[in-house]
Each structure stands twice: as structure tokens, then as C-alpha cells.
């Protein structure tokens, strides 16, 4: 029996490989089989999933995180708070400190070691978290400030949207490094979405180190993959991974994409694939529990 509450991530070694593509039709295939859903677009510098969902936001709290503010009638200029600091957030020059809060990773470590009790926290604004409702899916988004850097703490006020009775889908950031981690890392399951090409091969194989080394139960869907060569098959085949599904080069998917309307809903033959590869994850998930 499926439980109610599990996380499916989805994710990929690179962008454009069809990743928020995989996850919307995932979530509203989920739902469509009359299941609580809920889509998280964690991808939070460039978060797509609305074109498709469509949401009514009900819902936008602005987030902020704590950055290192210096009273420098207080400073006596020993410099312990630019010691401590490894991300060169806080620089110490005699009595003069400077700030640069795009750096700071908000640890708190310069206030504590100050002996004059000269830093204080100054809350910054990096984004924007907005919840609705897409029909019948819970929808859940992270939009970061242009030009701001802190991915995953926006990334972690999107999880925090998660319901308690919902399969949650997590749209991942593309790529291998801290946004993806943090979008992945507590997943009950995570979805590599991939394509025959060269370079798609080669970022899978980054993908497949990342879940492996946060030791996640993974498979693989394959998009366009009538475009290119076997090699991703072969390379599957050969590291045990499983390819949990395959979606042809389709003109009618390419069209309905560029409207910006859902596969499920305007091609339905397609409907069966993804009501099966949830199936696939959610037997997988179960056997994971078992063992």
C-alpha cells in the first residue's frame, strides 16, 4: 500500500533534459489516479513547473536569512570575527570590518567569537517562497533574487511547503553540485532524467556518483530516446541501473510542451507510462522498507 507522504525527487545531470517535464506530468499523473499530490519546483534560479501546472498562489512569503552586521563604535578590531569566518564573509582590517553577505553562510560562528559583542544579525531578503493549488496538486515554488547566490536555503523553505499526506514530487535544480543535494538528499526515491546524447551520458554518469554517494534508490528515464545513440542504454545495462521509462522524440509532445500544456492531459495514450513508473518507484520504495 502506498504511503502517503513519500518523496519522489527528480533530477539530472544537466539541464534541458525534459527534468520538469518528467516531474509535472509525474505529479499530475499521480493525481489523476486519484491520489493526493503535491509538485515542489525546488529548481529556485529558474523555477519552470508553473508554465505547466499553472498554479493559483494563494500564498508568498518573502525569506530572509541572518547576515553579520558590525557596530564599529563596539569593534576593538581584534579580528577573531574575520579568523573564524572560512568563506571570507567578514574581513577585519584594524578597526575597519567589511561585510559581504553574498559569502556568508549565515553559521553565526563571527557573533559568537566577537569579545565586545559587536555583531549583531541583519536579515536579508534572498527570495520568495509561493504556495497554491494547480487544480488537483498541491503546488509549492522557490524564486531566488536576482543576483543573490543562497540557493539551498531557499531551497529549504521550499521542502519545508511539503504536506504531511501527499507523494510529493521535487523538481530538482539540474546539475551535481550543494542546490541538488539539498533538493534530494531526505528523497525516498530519486528519478535521473536523461538523454542520447554525449553529453547527456557523460553528466548521468556525474548523477548517478552523486545518488549513489547518498546512497538513494534511483532509476533512470530516458527523454527523446529514439533522438540519439544506445549508448545510455548500454552504460545502464552494464551499472545495473534501471530505466524505468522511455519517451520517444514526439512532435506532439514537442508541440504541446511549447504550449505549455501538460503530456497527460492533451495526449493521454501517454498517461499509462507515467501511472506506471509511479508504480515502479512506489513498489521499489516499499521493497526498500522490507529489506
Avoid: W
Amino acid at each position: 500500500m502506498t504511503k502517503k507522504n513519500i518523496k519522489i525527487a527528480v533530477a539530472s545531470g544537466k539541464g534541458g533534459t525534459g527534468k520538469t517535464t518528467i516531474s509535472t506530468n509525474l505529479a499530475r499523473a499521480i493525481a489523476k489516479n486519484r491520489m493526493a499530490a503535491q509538485y515542489l519546483d525546488c529548481d529556485v534560479e529558474e523555477p519552470n513547473g508553473h508554465i505547466f501546472l499553472k498554479p493559483e498562489i494563494q500564498k508568498s512569503k518573502a525569506i530572509t536569512i541572518d547576515v553579520p552586521e558590525v557596530d564599529s563604535n563596539k569593534c576593538s578590531g581584534c579580528g577573531k570575527c574575520s579568523d573564524i569566518c572560512q568563506y571570507n564573509a567578514i574581513v577585519s582590517l584594524k578597526k575597519i570590518v567589511m561585510t559581504f553577505d553574498q559569502l556568508c553562510h549565515s553559521c553565526g560562528g563571527c557573533k559568537l567569537v566577537c569579545p565586545t559583542s559587536a555583531i549583531t544579525d541583519k536579515a536579508k531578503e534572498i527570495g520568495f517562497v509561493d504556495i497554491g493549488v494547480a487544480k488537483e496538486i498541491g503546488f509549492a515554488q522557490g524564486r531566488l533574487n536576482i543576483g543573490d547566490i543562497h540557493t539551498p536555503p531557499l531551497i529549504k523553505q521550499v521542502k519545508k511547503a511539503a504536506s504531511s499526506d501527499s507523494v510529493i514530487v521535487i523538481d530538482a535544480p539540474p546539475g551535481t553540485s550543494c542546490p541538488v543535494i539539498e533538493a534530494i538528499k531526505d528523497s525516498d526515491f530519486v528519478v535521473l532524467v536523461t538523454e542520447p546524447t554525449p553529453f547527456g551520458l557523460n553528466d548521468l554518469k556525474l548523477a548517478v556518483g552523486m545518488v549513489r554517494q547518498l546512497q538513494l534508490p534511483f532509476a533512470v528515464v530516458i527523454n527523446r530516446s529514439d533522438a540519439g545513440d544506445n549508448e545510455i542504454l548500454r552504460y545502464c545495462s552494464k551499472e545495473k541501473i534501471d530505466v524505468a521509462l522511455e519517451i520517444r522524440d514526439d512532435i506532439k509532445i514537442a508541440k504541446a510542451y511549447s504550449r505549455g500544456e501538460m503530456i497527460v492531459d492533451v495526449l493521454p495514450n501517454y498517461e499509462d507510462g507515467f501511472t506506471d513508473l509511479f508504480d515502479y518507484i512506489d513498489k521499489n520504495i516499499q521493497l526498500q522498507e522490507k529489506s
